[in-house]
C-alpha cells in the first residue's frame, strides 16, 4: 500500500513569523492608514499568502501585528511585509521604515513581551493581555488558527500574568487610558472639582471612566453612539449618561474631554466646535485628549483657540517617565520570559509530532479493530463479558507498547534529536 506522507516526515519543520507596525517606529496617522477595517478582510489577506496555515491580528490604537505559522518563515515575512505596505496608500516608503518583523524564537519572545507590558507605551499596563486574547478569540472564530497558535497565545497569556503577579510591574498608570487620565491631572493640577465627558463606553473608555471616578468628586458625563451602553457605565460610576446629539450642552461648561470611541470618521471637527468656543466664552480652555484608533478627533482643532488638544504620540513623555521608574520590575520580567521562552519552545516542538502520532497511532488502531475482529469470529463460541475483556487486553497492549514510544518520539523532537525524528517515521512506514 502507499504510505502515508504523515507517516514520512514525522515532524513537519513550522516557522512562526510576526510581522509588525508599533508606536515604537511609527506615529499615529501611519498605523491608521495601514490599519484593518475589517478583520474578515484581514484574515483573507493573511489566508492568501502562500503557505500560511494559521494567523492571527492583533490592531490596537498601539500596533498592527500579525502572526503567521508557515512552512517558509522567510518568504512568508517578506510577503507579509509588503501585505502592511501596499495598504498605506502612498505611505509604502514610511511603512518599509517603521514595519519591524521576528521569525521563531525571536517572534515568541516578542509575544511573550507583548503580553508581559515590556512593548507597551506605558509599561506593564495591564489592558495588552485582554487585547492579545480577545485577538486571538477573532482568529479562532475566524478558523484562522490551529495547534501552534493556540498553544503560543494560551502560554503568552498566562506568562503576562505571571509576570505582573511577581513582578508588580503594573503598578501606577498601566495602560493608554490611565495615563491619558495622568496627563489630563498634570495639566489641570487637579480633577476634583472639574466636569468630565468621555465619549465612548468601550474597553479604553471604560478604563478612563473608572480611573476618573477615582480623582474626581463631580459625575461623570459618558456618551456612547449606543446610549444603553453609556447609561450602563454612567449608572455604574454614579454618572449621568449623555445623548451623542446633545453633546454640545455638556461640552459648553466642561473642562475635560476625553475621546475613546472607534468611529471610522471624525466626531468632533473644526467646524463643529467653532460654535462651541464662542458659546464658552470666559470658560478656561477644553482640554481634549483623543486616545481612539483610528483619530476620531480633527488633528486642525489643535489649532483653535481656546482649546488643548492631545492624542495618543503625547502620552509618551509619560510613558518614558513611567519606563524609568519600573526598568529594575522589567529586567525582572525579562528573567521570567528567558524561562518561559524555553519551557514553551519546547513544548511547540513537542507538538509538532501531534500530526504523525495521531496518524500513526490511528493506524495502530485500525489494524487492532481488524485482527480483533478477525479473532473473535475464529472464537465464536466466547460470550459478551469474553469478548470485552478479549478487547480490552489487546487495546491495554497496545498502549503500553507504543506510548513509551511516543514519549521517546516527543522527547527527541524537544531535544532536537534529529537522528531519532528521522528513525521513527521510517520504522512506521509499513504501517497500514
Same mark, same amino acid.
Given at each position: ?6 507517516l514520512q516526515?514525522g515532524v513537519? /519543520?513550522?516557522?512562526i513569523?510576526?510581522v509588525r507596525l508599533?508606536?515604537k517606529?511609527?506615529n ?7 490599519s484593518?477595517?475589517?478583520k474578515?478582510n484581514?484574515y483573507?489577506?493573511?489566508?492568501? %499568502?502562500?503557505?500560511?496555515s494559521e494567523?492571527? $491580528?492583533?490592531?490596537t490604537c498601539?500596533r498592527?501585528?500579525l502572526?503567521?505559522?508557515?512552512e517558509?518563515?522567510?518568504?512568508t515575512?517578506?510577503?507579509a511585509?509588503? +501585505?502592511?505596505?501596499?495598504?498605506a496608500?502612498?505611505?509604502a516608503p514610511?511603512v518599509?521604515?517603521?514595519?519591524e518583523y521576528?521569525i521563531?524564537?525571536?517572534?515568541v519572545?516578542?509575544?511573550?513581551r507583548?503580553t508581559?507590558g515590556?512593548?507597551s507605551?506605558?509599561i506593564?499596563?495591564?489592558q495588552v493581555i485582554?487585547?492579545v486574547?480577545?485577538?486571538?478569540l477573532?482568529?479562532q ?6 495547534p501552534?497558535?493556540?498553544?503560543l ?6 506568562v503576562g500574568w505571571r509576570?505582573?503577579?511577581?513582578t508588580? &510591574?503594573?503598578k ?5 487610558g490611565?495615563a491619558a487620565v495622568?496627563l ?5 493640577t487637579? $480633577?476634583?472639582?472639574?466636569k468630565i $465627558?468621555i ?6 473608555g471604560t478604563l478612563?471612566?473608572?480611573a476618573?471616578?477615582?480623582?474626581? $468628586?463631580n /459625575?461623570l458625563?459618558v456618551a456612547?453612539r449606543?446610549?444603553?451602553r453609556?447609561l ?6 454614579g454618572?449621568? !449618561? ?10 459648553v461648561? !466642561?473642562?475635560?474631554?476625553f475621546?475613546?470611541?472607534? !468611529?471610522?470618521?471624525y466626531?468632533l ?8 468656543i464662542?458659546a464658552?466664552q ?6 481634549? &485628549?483623543d486616545i481612539?484608533?483610528p483619530?476620531? =478627533?480633527?488633528?486642525c482643532?489643535k489649532d483653535?483657540?481656546?482649546i488643548?488638544l ?8 509619560? !510613558?518614558?517617565?513611567? @519606563? +524609568?521608574?519600573r526598568?529594575k520590575?522589567a529586567?525582572n520580567a ?6 518561559e521562552i ?5 513544548a511547540? @516542538?513537542?507538538?509538532s509530532t501531534?500530526g504523525?502520532?495521531?496518524k500513526m497511532?490511528?493506524?495502530v488502531?485500525?489494524?487492532r479493530?481488524?485482527?480483533l475482529?478477525?479473532?473473535?469470529i475464529m472464537?465464536?463460541t466466547?460470550?459478551?463479558r469474553?469478548?470485552?475483556i478479549v478487547?480490552q487486553?489487546t487495546s %491495554?497492549? +497496545?498502549?503500553?507498547t507504543?506510548?513509551?514510544v511516543?514519549?521517546?518520539f516527543?522527547r527527541a ?5 534529529v537522528?531519532? %525524528?528521522?528513525?521513527v517515521p521510517r520504522?512506521?512506514?509499513? =504501517?497500514?
Open positions: 500500500m502507499d504510505v502515508d506522507p504523515a516526515t513537519r /519543520p513550522l516557522d513569523v510576526n508599533t508606536h517606529t511609527a499615529v496617522p501611519l498605523l491608521e492608514a495601514v484593518f477595517k475589517e474578515a484581514a483573507v489577506k493573511m489566508r492568501s %499568502i502562500e503557505g500560511v494567523s492571527v $491580528l492583533i490592531q498601539n498592527i501585528e502572526y503567521l505559522v508557515s517558509n518563515g522567510d518568504k515575512a517578506k510577503s511585509v509588503e +501585505l502592511l505596505e501596499n495598504r496608500y502612498g505611505s514610511e518599509c521604515k517603521a514595519v521576528s521563531n524564537h525571536n517572534a519572545r516578542h509575544l511573550l507583548v508581559s515590556l512593548e507605551m506605558v506593564g499596563e495591564d485582554n487585547q486574547w480577545n485577538s486571538f477573532e482568529a472564530k475566524s478558523q484562522a488558527t490551529g501552534v497558535l493556540s498553544l497565545f494560551n502560554r503568552a497569556v498566562k509576570v505582573r503577579r511577581e508588580c &510591574i503594573n501606577g498608570a498601566v495602560s493608554v490611565s495622568a489630563a491631572e498634570k495639566l489641570l487637579s $480633577l476634583k472639582e472639574k $465627558l465619549m465612548g463606553a468601550g474597553e479604553t478612563v471612566a473608572k476618573m471616578a477615582r480623582r474626581c $468628586l /459625575p458625563f456612547n449606543t446610549y444603553e453609556a450602563r457605565l454612567a449608572q455604574e460610576l454618572g449621568k !449618561a449623555v445623548m451623542f446629539d446633545k453633546l454640545g450642552e455638556v461640552l461648561d !466642561a473642562d475635560v474631554l475621546c475613546c470611541t472607534s !468611529a471610522p470618521h466626531l471637527t473644526k467646524e463643529l466646535l467653532s460654535h462651541l464662542t464658552r470666559n470658560k478656561e480652555e477644553l482640554v481634549i &485628549i481612539s484608533n483619530r476620531n =478627533i480633527e488633528a482643532i483653535m483657540s481656546g488643548k492631545y492624542s495618543i504620540d503625547d502620552l509618551t513623555s509619560i !510613558a518614558k517617565q513611567n @519606563k +524609568l521608574k526598568q520590575n529586567e525579562c528573567r521570567i520570559i528567558d524561562h524555553t519551557v514553551l519552545e519546547r511547540l @516542538k513537542a507538538d501531534n504523525f502520532v495521531s497511532l490511528s493506524n488502531e485500525e489494524i479493530q481488524r485482527e475482529c478477525r479473532a473473535l472464537l465464536d466466547l460470550d459478551e469474553q469478548k470485552k478487547d487486553l %491495554i497492549l +497496545l498502549k503500553q507504543f506510548l513509551p511516543v514519549e521517546n516527543r523532537a524537544e531535544n532536537n534529536d537522528e531519532l %525524528i528521522k528513525s520504522l512506521f512506514q509499513s =504501517i497500514g
